[in-house]
């Protein structure tokens, strides 16, 4: 396999790099004022939607088929599943009927490695790989998906939402890998929502899309994440594990429910679609905004 030499360069960007943007930021960015990328809407999202919203669910878990599925397939709500190859001939007519309704499978590793600070991951710890295991890790998750699916993923979620491997001074980000690899590398437990029309390439880094946590949250708490994504214009991603009626690292039934039922009422302006077409929208509206006279956006729109 192809393996780039993906060492991060923190220190190569100069300080003018970020201030030029930011003075240019209320003349350049479509959602700023004006018409945008997509005709009349400001937010620049498709079909006058205000905000966008992702369902995400993780490491290929049976409740996600057995009860999740007919859930969003009830509303015709489109979720993103990022998958251990080895977990999918579990429910593999399921995962072959999801597929088929329109869902998106991803990459969730191998393995899901993590810090060997869980005592869980101790033979599989981020700290004792290098990039090119960590290459081919990924690679092979992606092989195992195809053979069993059919279909490549092209997007990836990070395990534990972490994005090192090595320890110490020999530490690197495998954030450039991700970014070669896949259309975008979603993360876990963050702070806020991604705002996909900023000039500055620092924001919305589709190789490093901020999630929230959806698990034990109750439809109160997930609206108010939901409509403040849809007041600022951003994309709101939420990521979850089990799905039933409740429990440590469960998304409720009646959350999810009460998510689709509120997404799917037009007049409160949501787009709720896939990480894969969130994201290829996201590359599209940020390929046509430039910063004197540079695109912000990388080459890869696969």
Sequence with gaps: ?????YRCCWAEGKITAWVLPLILLG??????????????NPSGWPEGARGAVSLTFDD???????????????????????????????????????????????????????????????HKALEDFTLEQMA??????????????????????YPCGQTFVGRGTNVESYVPL????????RGWMGEGPNDPVLCDPAFCDPAQL?????DELDFAAAKELIDAAVKNGTWLIFAGHEIGEGGMKTVRTDTLRAICEYASDPTNGIWIDTVEN?????????AQTTTAGKSTANDYLP
């Design 60 to 122: 290929a878990r049976p409740s996600q088929m057995d009860v999740g599925l007919p859930l969003l397939d009830e509303y015709g709500v489109k979720a993103t599943f990022y998958v251990l190859p080895q977990r999918l001939n579990r429910r593999l007519p399921a995962w072959k009927e999801a597929l088929a309704n329109g869902h998106e499978i991803g990459n969730h590793s191998l393995q899901h490695p993590c810090s060997g600070n869980y005592p869980w991951s101790r």
């Design 210 to 214: 901020l999630a929230m946590k959806l």
């Design 27 to 40: 003349l350049l960015l479509p959602g700023c004022h004006g018409k945008s990328a997509e005709g009349d």
């Design 278 to 286: 969130v994201s290829r929208h996201v590359r599209r509206v940020q």
């Design 1 to 5: 396999m192809r393996f780039a030499n």
């Design 178 to 185: 991700v970014a070669e690899m896949f259309l975008a590398g």
């Design 136 to 157: 081919e890790e990924l690679e092979t998750a992606n092989d195992e998906v195809e053979s069993v699916l059919g279909i490549r993923p092209v997007t990836f979620a």
